[in-house]
């Protein structure tokens, strides 16, 4: 196994085909291919399925993809670090948050330090989040209430509490309501990989009640305009609310839950200059 081989297998998978990979590595096609073909051929392991319009990873390529990734990041950590009193953070910084509304006092800190960096930032549950950060497709995650995870370093972002929300026009804008009195109302709840929903059913188990939704959505935003239109309840972190005036908090009277807010990443990943740079301006934050 050479080095080159495990680069022109890297630069397909990560490209999506042997073309745009061999451009992103200045070789030719050919030379690309018989890099890729000898390493399968030397390891009898099939790494793509292949055919006329598209390249697929295999299970065992899938496998390989996640080490190679570790790998390639390891090398631009040690080269960042050998050129780090030198330069200046530059490169891409990829975050997927629960809610961007959590980063970005952060945010703003970090670009003030390092202005060259370009910063992506997705949104997803927790289970997105976690299941990005591992496979190496996000350097920092933000999440809800995190339980142990001995992979991952986390910095708390403080907590907020968790509310209805009605829209403005409907019959229940007004007051607070108990956990006995969601039942018998229309329930506009994220999907099950969603902290907020985990952390008001484990509430309504624990009195003694069931909630059925009347209507399940993937996403806080879809939650956001389902709720607005007066099809039903929805719940979110007050923080998250911000100043949408079609919607009204109900505050839940007789439960206290509160939606933490962690900033993750890899423990293994904690050094590299981008990561430590932003760990640092949330701790400064």
């Given at each position: 196994m050479r080095y080159s081989q495990l680069r022109a297998f890297h630069a397909v998978a990560l490209h999506g085909g042997f073309s745009r990979a061999a451009?992103?590595?200045?070789?030719?096609?050919?030379?690309?291919?018989?890099?890729?073909?000898?390493l399968e051929q030397d390891h009898d392991t099939l790494l793509?399925?292949?055919?006329?319009?598209?390249?697929?990873?295999?299970?065992?390529?899938?496998a390989l993809f996640?080490?190679?990734?570790?790998?390639?990041?390891?090398?631009?950590?040690?080269?960042?670090?050998?050129?780090?009193?030198?330069?200046?953070?530059?490169?891409?910084?990829?975050?997927?948050?629960?809610?961007?509304?959590?980063?970005?006092?952060?945010?703003?800190?970090?670009?003030?330090?390092?202005?060259?960096?370009?910063?992506?930032?997705?949104?997803?549950?927790?289970?997105?989040?976690?299941?990005?950060?591992?496979?190496?497709?996000?350097?920092i995650g933000v999440l809800g209430s995190l339980g142990e995870a001995a992979d991952l370093v986390s910095v708390d972002l403080g907590d907020s509490p968790i509310v209805a929300i009605a829209g403005r026009d409907t019959p229940w804008a007004g007051g607070g309501l108990r956990l006995s009195d969601l039942p018998k109302l229309p329930l506009v709840m994220r999907e099950k990989g969603s902290r907020t929903r985990h952390q008001l059913e484990e509430a309504a188990r624990g009195a003694g009640l069931r909630l059925a939704p009347s209507v399940e959505v993937d996403g806080r935003e879809a939650m956001r305009e389902v709720?607005?239109?007066?099809?039903?309840?929805?719940?979110?972190?007050?923080?998250?609310?911000?100043?949408?005036r079609r919607l009204v908090p109900l505050p839940l009277?007789?439960?206290?839950?509160?939606?933490?807010?962690?900033?993750?990443?890899?423990?293994?990943?904690?050094?590299?200059?981008?990561?430590?740079?932003?760990?640092?301006?949330?701790?400064?934050?």
């Open positions: 451009a992103a590595l200045n070789q030719t096609q050919p030379a690309l291919s018989e890099q890729v073909r000898k793509f399925h292949r055919d006329r319009r598209q390249v697929r990873l295999t299970e065992a390529g899938e996640l080490l190679t990734k570790r790998f390639f990041d390891a090398e631009a950590s040690i080269a960042d670090h050998l050129s780090q009193s030198r330069a200046a953070l530059s490169g891409r910084l990829r975050i997927v948050a629960d809610s961007a509304r959590h980063i970005t006092p952060v945010l703003a800190r970090f670009r003030e330090k390092a202005p060259d960096v370009l910063v992506s930032v997705e949104t997803g549950n927790t289970e997105t989040v976690l299941a990005r950060l591992r496979n190496y497709d996000a350097e709720v607005a239109s007066g099809a039903g309840i929805g719940f979110i972190s007050r923080a998250e609310m911000g100043e949408d009277i007789d439960v206290d839950l509160r939606m933490p807010e962690t900033l993750v990443c890899l423990s293994m990943r904690a050094e590299q200059p981008m990561i430590r740079a932003f760990i640092r301006a949330a701790r400064n934050s």
